[in-house]
């Protein structure tokens, strides 16, 4: 992984958490990821008139994605539903960077060396420490809230992959980000329209603002990863990118004036020294 493509990934990390920071839509988790979605979706209907369409060997890895995106939503209500998710996210978005690197071995062939298996491992355990802000609660995680966490980290990495293999193939990183943002945002539009009805459109319409500034900003952030999966080893950028959890410590502990405590600070010498190990591997 080139410098500049070390970086580029940080950034994109640091902007998700500067919009999870900044942005307070009162909605539920999943009427606000849809929310984000769509106006990911807008963002993407806006740059379509300068990007080419995707070949016909490209469909395939968006239409994956859109399902592999849906699906992740699904195990979102239910991980909602089977407990407190403060807790079982955590454990979604520090196991998928090794579950994509273990995908990665397998559908693209990228064996990560040593150094940054060791990186991937070290970022994957300070983004669970991280989120848990110490493992208090631990011992309240029940199977079910597992199931649906360890379901959710399979269709992060599956879509994480399928997006990686197919901004490879596509023309570029633009034409498949933005091809995908508006696919997706009919899927997510669809599946909010199943599992919430159509009493939901008045309350996403009412919250449009944030949901384009939101859309836009993770947009940016998503197709910055994209593109570098088509300059670096997947499982790389994949695990890179949840250093935005230690950015997000940082807001809170600088921005927002919470206890930076020593599981916290464990938390964070552990994500640092994978990310260095990521960048030397």
Known sequence: ?????????????????????????????????????????????????????????????IIASVIFHMGYRTFL????????????????RGTAPLLAALGGMVVVKE????????????????????????????????????????GTSIFIASYTLSDGSGARLAATAQSYAAW????????????????????????????WKAGLFTGVLSGAA??????????APIASVASLRETSILFAMLISVFALGEKMTGWRGAAALSIVAGVVALRLG
């Open 222 to 231: 998503y197709w910055i990863v994209m593109w570098a999966m088509t300059k």
């Open 180 to 207: 995908l943002f508006i696919c997706d945002a009919v899927g997510a539009l669809v599946l909010c329209l199943i599992l919430r009805g159509r009493q939901a459109l008045p309350v996403l319409a009412r919250d």
């Open 1 to 61: 992984m080139t410098l500049f493509v070390f970086f580029a990934v940080l950034a994109a990390a640091a902007m998700h958490a500067i919009w999870n920071a900044l942005v307070k839509v009162h909605l539920d988790r999943f009427l606000s990821i849809t929310l984000m979605t769509l106006g990911m979706g807008v963002a993407g209907l806006v740059v379509l008139p300068f990007v080419e369409v995707p070949r016909a060997e490209v469909w395939p890895y």
């Open 111 to 150: 064996v990560p060396a040593p150094l940054a298996i060791l990186g991937i491992l070290l970022l994957s355990a300070g983004t669970v420490v991280m989120s848990f802000r110490g493992g208090a609660h631990l011992e309240r995680l029940n199977l079910r809230a597992v199931g649906f966490a360890l």
């Open 77 to 92: 209500i239910g991980a909602y539903r089977a407990g407190d998710f403060a807790q079982t996210y955590p454990l979604a």
